[in-house]
């Protein structure tokens, strides 16, 4: 059972152009969600996290939207550059459940210069 | 802040030979690491909580004979593939848990580890 659901799967966006990915939860114990970056042969690297009190923040070209009531989070990059070219993973943590994180499926962002 | 290594980085062995992973975190204190295996273009799965001086806690489907980890001290947690079959052949990351405020997870690089 895939409990973090993220969509697309890979995304193409010319440089300056706007890369949105969504993630969806079932689990309400989940009280923190951060979004990961990753490169081909490297671990992932936390890129930007939110609260569920919090609906929206932004670091940078990095924003996260968070809807508590719908369950959906999602993950825009703005004015989007080459070395954005990357896998993307949201994720979701269960403090309760011994702090695991939960990650979605990945999306393979490809910026085109 | 918030390092955290991994070593080795590659790793080629035979088959029926165990492999030892380190991983550290070398700006702060974790009592609890997490590992991880990657297979190529898919997620992440977690294989087993490792806590400061106790036993690992592993996830379901993951043989506890087969990945040995100890985490002995605050620092480092060690991952062994005992009796490796290309099967493992896999990319496994660790994390450390840098709680407080942040209280978030810090990947490590990642070991490549190829059985042949």
């Known amino acids: 059972q895939q409990q973090v659901k993220q969509s697309p799967q890979s995304l193409i966006v010319q440089k300056g152009g706007i890369s949105i990915i969504n993630c969806a939860y079932e689990n309400t114990a989940f009280d923190y969600f951060p979004w990961y970056q990753q490169f081909p042969g490297k671990g992932p690297a936390l890129l930007i996290a939110i609260r569920p009190d919090v609906s929206e923040k932004k670091e940078g070209r990095f924003t996260i939207s968070f809807n508590k009531s719908a369950k959906q989070f999602s993950l825009h990059i703005m004015d989007s550059q080459p070395g954005d070219s990357a896998t993307y993973f949201c994720?979701?943590?269960?403090?309760?459940?011994?702090?695991?994180?939960?990650f979605g499926g990945g999306t393979r962002v490809l910026v085109k210069p | 802040g918030a390092v955290v290594s991994q070593h080795p980085s590659w790793v080629i062995c035979k088959s029926g030979t165990s492999v030892k992973i380190e991983c550290r975190s070398l700006d702060f204190q974790a009592t609890t690491m997490f590992w991880y295996r990657q297979f190529p273009k898919q997620s992440l799965m977690l294989m087993a909580t490792s806590n400061e001086g106790s036993k690992a806690t592993y996830e379901q489907g993951v043989e506890k004979d087969k990945f040995l980890i100890n985490h002995a001290s605050l620092t480092l947690s060690t991952l062994t593939v005992t009796s490796a079959h290309p099967e493992d052949s896999s990319f496994y990351i660790c994390?450390?848990?840098?709680?407080?405020?942040?209280?978030?997870?810090?990947f490590g690089p990642g070991t490549r580890l190829t059985v042949l």
């Open positions: 994720a979701a943590r269960n403090k309760a459940a011994g702090n695991k994180l939960t």
């Open positions: 994390s450390a848990r840098l709680g407080g405020g942040l209280d978030t997870q810090y």
